[in-house]
């Protein structure tokens, strides 16, 4: 919570501070209520004018300074709300964008603390409130505690009396919260099949399937598996919090029983402990509630936050080697293995490979060899099981994964639709060059996607994506297209990475195109482009056409996670093993 506090001063420090002022303050008049009836009473029953006029005048300051205090200080805390609430989800979504791996978007245990914060990153705002008005019901509660205390000290036992309320307050949103994790996994079924049965992508096969009520029927059973052991720490916690409650409320009544009967108290003083020992349930009440919120926002959010900061901490630990500015010796991978979070199943099982500087990779096999995997490795969106990537000879985990992926290209299969204008939705490729037209448009064009802009209303300019204002919807190969234009933003990477991005293109296109960007790769001038590589560049191919793999300098055949085969074209197929075996089989069909 510490953390979360320093990161609030340092987003609005002069709001935060007048906030917490404005909380304290306003907590003065409504406490000092009971001693203006106390007077008010002794005023009256003496006759003294004086002292009578005296309350009236403190009830009526305090009653506008609390509505005025009260009114002033939720402006300002709405404000600082707002102000806080940007900083802290662009907080949270640049710690997660800047986590080196995408190992905490797969792993169970992961997804459930990213989920809960997710949640709550909206309402994290509200912990700076919470603490305000705790201390603001706090310094209520002390102010009318020495009130009582000044009729007779035994009355101060009351704040004893009110510990259980206070214990059981502050233990119950943890065993709450404590069920609702336990849970997280059923509850993001039952947010998931909600968004199955409700969202427009997967409504055609839900229609066509007719299984709308299965989906609803599924959503019912997963919700009632996270809610029933919440509804059943609920219930049992709220038990323990009535009790509490109960305990204090008798000490109330004996304590009014004390003052009227055995001190024998004047009418002021029984005035004062009425007035004072109501406020002191609703005070005690409000700060426990408070506290009880503030251990569930410290519990759901500011907790996840710092686990979340510390993770991607340590992702930037020992990353102390730099990036070279050429390939050398190259990519080599030693005795690497790989299996995803959550599995014992090895993807890639001690793989061995060396890919020479300025070559172009291809990568075959069938589906699930692991050969996107290899890729992902490269792009360190995963760290090896066991064995070690090494670039010119260095342990790729030693470079700082930001500044090694400012030196990679590439698209990928599974490509994002980008929903922003064209020219934009392509320059991410490469964001200092985001505005730049000119390399946008030379982007699309070695990407062969001139056709796509060509056919857009505004061309570059035209808003993608047909739930936005005058946009645009494309086909899955126009917007694959577009992809593989980004991949091409930047002009001189180390590493190109082409994981069948063209798998909607008919084979003759997707060969020309490789073709032209396999030349570029190896230093040749790229027909229609004035790119030519830089020294050292590796390209590495993924695709299903061995038409496109034949023309790669060095072909790589995995199967069921090992590399089986690996050389050239010529001399895979004169070695007559599996390579030559897919090779004939899809040659022949499409003879």
């Known amino acids: 919570m510490w953390r979360a506090l320093k990161r609030g001063y340092e987003a609005e420090p002069v709001m935060l501070s007048v906030a917490f002022g404005l909380s304290l303050l306003a907590a003065l008049p409504d406490a000092l209520l009971a001693l203006w009836f106390k007077y008010l009473a002794d005023g009256l029953s003496t006759g003294r004018r004086g002292l009578v006029i005296t309350a009236a005048i403190g009830l009526g300051v305090s009653a506008a300074a609390t509505w005025f205090l009260r009114v002033f200080s939720d402006r300002v805390q709405r404000r600082f709300r707002d102000r806080l609430t940007i900083a802290l989800e662009s907080h949270v979504a640049k710690l997660q964008a800047s986590v080196a791996t995408v190992e905490h978007h797969e792993r169970p245990e992961y997804l459930d603390r990213l989920s809960v914060l997710r949640t709550q990153v909206f309402v994290l705002d509200h912990m700076y409130m919470s603490l305000f008005t705790t201390c603001g019901w706090a310094l209520r509660l002390a102010v009318t505690v020495v009130l009582l205390m000044s009729i007779n000290p035994v009355l101060g036992l009351l704040a004893v009396f009110a510990l259980p309320t206070v214990l059981t307050s502050t233990w119950r949103p943890g065993v709450e919260r404590a069920a609702e994790e336990r849970g997280a ?8 099949l909600f968004d199955l049965a409700t969202t427009a992508a997967p409504g055609k096969e839900v229609r066509v399937m007719g299984i709308g009520p299965r989906l609803v029927t599924q959503r019912r059973a997963a919700w009632e598996r996270w809610y029933a052991p919440v509804g059943a720490a609920r219930s049992s916690s709220a038990v323990w919090n009535a009790a509490g409650w109960a305990v204090f409320g008798a000490a109330y009544v004996a304590a009014v029983a004390f003052v009227s009967s055995v001190m024998h108290a004047g009418v002021g003083d029984i005035l004062l402990v009425l007035a004072a020992g109501s406020r002191l349930s609703a005070y005690i009440g409000a ?55 959550g599995t014992d199943r090895l993807v890639l099982d001690d793989v061995n490979l060396h890919f020479a500087p300025g070559s172009v990779v291809a990568i075959v096999g069938e589906n699930g060899a692991g050969k996107s995997t290899l890729v992902k490795l490269l792009c360190r969106l995963y760290q090896p099981t066991s064995g070690r990537v090494l670039i010119d000879g260095v342990s790729l985990a030693r470079m700082p994964a930001d500044t090694w992926r400012l030196r990679l290209a590439g698209a990928f299969q599974d490509f994002c639709r980008f929903e922003f204008r064209a020219q934009q939705s392509v320059g991410l490729g490469d964001v200092p060059r985001l505005d730049d037209s000119v390399a946008v448009a030379a982007a699309v064009h070695r990407a062969g996607a001139d056709d796509v802009v060509d056919q857009l209303s505004a061309g570059l300019e035209t808003q993608l994506g047909p739930t936005w204002p005058g946009g645009v919807d494309l086909s899955f190969g126009q917007w694959q297209k577009l992809a593989l234009a980004r991949g091409f933003m930047r002009e001189r990477p180390l590493l190109l990475v082409l994981d069948e991005p063209t798998a909607a293109l008919d084979a ?11 030349a570029a790769a190896r230093g040749d001038t790229s027909p229609g482009s004035s790119v030519a590589a ?21 072909i790589v055949v995995l199967d069921g996670a090992r590399v089986v085969e690996s050389g050239t074209h010529e001399v895979l197929v004169a070695k007559g093993g599996q390579y030559a075996e897919l090779y004939q089989i899809q040659a022949a069909a499409y003879r």
């Open 185 to 192: 996994s059923s509850n993001r079924l039952a947010r998931h």
């Open 287 to 341: 700060t426990v509630g408070e506290i009880g919120f503030l251990r569930g926002i410290w519990l759901d959010g500011s907790r996840r936050l710092a686990w979340l900061e510390d993770y991607a901490a340590s992702m930037v630990q020992g990353a102390d080697a730099p990036v070279p500015e050429r390939l050398m010796d190259g990519i080599r991978f030693e005795h690497v293995s790989f299996a995803y979070p």
């Open 508 to 518: 003759e296109t997707e060969h020309a195109l490789f073709e032209r960007y396999a």
């Open 534 to 554: 830089p020294d050292g560049r590796i390209t590495i191919l993924i695709s299903h056409r061995f038409s496109t793999a034949r023309m790669a300098d060095f």
